[in-house]
């Protein structure tokens, strides 16, 4: 439920909302995963937490009004929480398990974290 509602937030633009919301969503969910690292549906809620994480992450780097240095500290984290969640969905596509609709998730997150490095090049 964190997860959804701190994603609903951080796309409705409440985004240090949405943060603490995911973050607690991350606090349950952590202790769950390493009890039982198989779970397709855990895996899948920490990928979906971690999207939405980058995604507020990036909403905070895209703010041109902060400090180089922390923009470009957000950019990084964003775009290290989303190689996870698209690794994760890539597995589920390689391994015919699609929990979801991954080949349409894998090719978003590909393009997002693309769009990532092209804007943490404009800002260096």
Do not use: C
Request: proline share 1%.
């Amino acid at each position: 439920v964190y997860e959804r509602v701190g994603t609903l937030l951080v796309q409705t633009g409440k985004v240090d909302d949405g943060l603490r919301m995911l973050r607690q969503s991350m606090d349950i969910i952590t202790p769950v995963l390493a009890r039982d690292s198989t779970n397709l549906q855990t895996r899948a809620r920490v990928a979906a937490s971690e999207r939405g994480l980058a995604t507020a992450l990036l909403a905070q780097a895209r703010n041109t009004h902060g400090d180089a240095e922390t923009r470009r500290a957000r950019y990084r984290d964003a775009k290290r929480m989303l190689a996870r969640a698209r690794a994760f969905w890539m597995e589920m596509r390689d391994k015919n398990l699609d929990v979801q609709d991954s080949g349409d998730t894998v090719a978003e997150l590909t393009m997002e974290v693309a769009a990532i490095d092209r804007e943490l090049k404009e800002l260096n």
